[in-house]
């Protein structure tokens, strides 16, 4: 979650904005996992991930051509994307289509695009209070994220029902 | 640009190239400096033909609209010939789309693609340092994994941004 944050450090955009972004992201994650789940057997052995990458390159020209939104977001794509998802070793025509796993994988799919999108308005939203209300000269540059997400992979490293285990 | 090259600093970092062991710092720095000299020929390489296929004016006005997806799949193709990572190829794509969109003139773009290298080796020396010096304290369970890293990327960033201003 937190590596598919990363490239919005380099766009200088307000809460507004980068919630556009993120939730342009997500729905291009969604539209993604849906379009090769359903194709992947279509594509040869080991080219599932060439063919996914071209097809972000791809999506990043048209929404570049369409909206001047630079392709950095490509990145957060792929890493929200499954490690698996791209793994030469992974059998995916194991996987049934009317499997009881297709909508624990999708549900697990919508909840990573939501938590992201959260995420990165959370993040928005700091950064707008922190740098134009409070003055905090750290957000202007990365560090000032930067230290915002230590503390919340503090937090959530530190749950208390973790600690319980 | 400070901006991206503390993101894709950090990046390459947590998902670049298999780092050397902590244990040998000097090793670690010397892949940290072939990457970045790898990242620099790789970017320049594009720009330099993006510049060549532009001086054509048959060609000039669909290199320059379709700019992403020609830069794009170069720097996925030279990822791959050089065995490289995904967090390379999106970082070599990041910086040649950064680049180009300030700079028109080839001599510039390759300058700011050394600063960019230069920029993201040292950011990576500064993290490798970091983090071989934290091996001999006793940093907390609790703080472990990415609080700490985020924390050290954090002061790295500061300090570069310090150094950042003063030169620019």
């Given at each position: 979650m937190f590596l598919a944050y990363l490239?919005?450090?380099a766009y200088p955009y307000g809460f507004f904005k980068a919630g556009v972004a993120a939730l342009w992201i997500v729905i291009f994650l969604w539209g993604t996992v849906f379009f090769f789940w359903f194709?992947?057997?279509?594509?040869?052995?080991?080219?599932l991930k060439h063919a996914f990458f071209l097809w972000l390159i791809v999506w990043a020209q048209a929404v570049w051509m369409l909206t001047?939104?630079?392709?950095?977001?490509i990145a957060s794509v792929f890493f929200l994307?499954?490690?698996?998802?791209?793994?030469?070793?992974?059998?995916?025509?194991?996987?049934?289509?009317?499997?009881?796993?297709v909508p624990r994988y999708f549900f697990e799919r919508i909840l990573t695009g939501a938590g992201f999108a959260g995420f990165v308005m959370l993040l928005a939203f700091v950064r707008e209070v922190g740098e134009?209300?409070?003055?905090?000269?750290?957000?202007?540059?990365?560090a000032g994220m930067l230290l915002v997400v230590a503390a919340a992979a503090f937090l959530w490293k530190n749950q208390p029902y973790r600690r319980k285990r | 640009m400070y901006f991206l090259i503390v993101a894709f600093g950090f990046l390459l970092m947590v998902r670049?190239?298999?780092?050397?062991?902590?244990?040998r710092p000097v090793e670690g720095l010397g892949r940290i400096v072939r990457e970045a000299a790898d990242l620099f020929l790789t970017t320049s390489l594009i720009l330099a033909f993006l510049a060549f296929a532009a001086e054509f004016e048959e060609i000039r006005t669909v290199v320059r609209e379709y700019v992403v997806l020609g830069f794009g799949i170069a720097s996925y193709l030279l990822s791959r010939y050089q065995k490289k990572t995904d967090a390379f190829f999106l970082t070599v794509t990041a910086s040649i789309f950064m680049i180009s969109s300030k700079q028109r003139d080839l001599s510039q773009e390759i300058l700011m693609a050394g600063v960019v290298s230069s920029g993201i080796a040292l950011f990576q020396a500064c993290f490798l340092g970091l983090r071989y010096r934290l091996l001999f304290s006793s940093v907390p369970i609790s703080m472990k994994g990415w609080p700490s890293l985020c924390l050290l990327a954090g002061f790295i960033s500061m300090v570069l941004w310090g150094l950042w201003n003063a030169a620019f």
């Open positions: 490239p919005f450090m194709t992947r057997r279509l594509f040869p052995e080991h080219s001047k939104l630079p392709p950095y977001w994307t499954p490690v698996s998802f791209l793994d030469d070793t992974t059998k995916a025509s194991q996987v049934r289509v009317f499997s009881k796993k134009n209300n409070l003055g905090i000269q750290a957000f202007q540059q990365p | 670049g190239a298999r780092p050397a062991p902590l244990q």
